[in-house]
């Protein structure tokens, strides 16, 4: 079963950070969705500034499915991925007046 899951990205170095500005320059927003895309893992929100912090939304079976959407497109070579598992998810575009899911319920 698919859960969510929040992934911090960092570069490995300056210049490896460097090299990906300038390798995906001409990247599409599909292109980025489409290779990120297993059947047990899929790259579903993705946030990016000049910092050397990027996060991303994945809706995945586990954190191994995640590494190995990121493999297909060489990403593991570039940067190190913190994936954080996130019981709750609440989107603007989704809501359904009906209480939310409480983590902390979930661990007792």
Known sequence: MKKHFICTHTYMSDEIKDKFFEDTKNLTDKELFDGMKTEK???LQH???TEDFFYCHWYAEDEDAIFSALEQMGMNDVMVTLPTETQRYVSY???TGQPMVNPADLTK
Request: avoid cysteine.
């Open 41 to 43: 893992a899929e790259l």
């Open 93 to 95: 575009d989704t809501l």
């Open 47 to 49: 946030w990016m500034g």
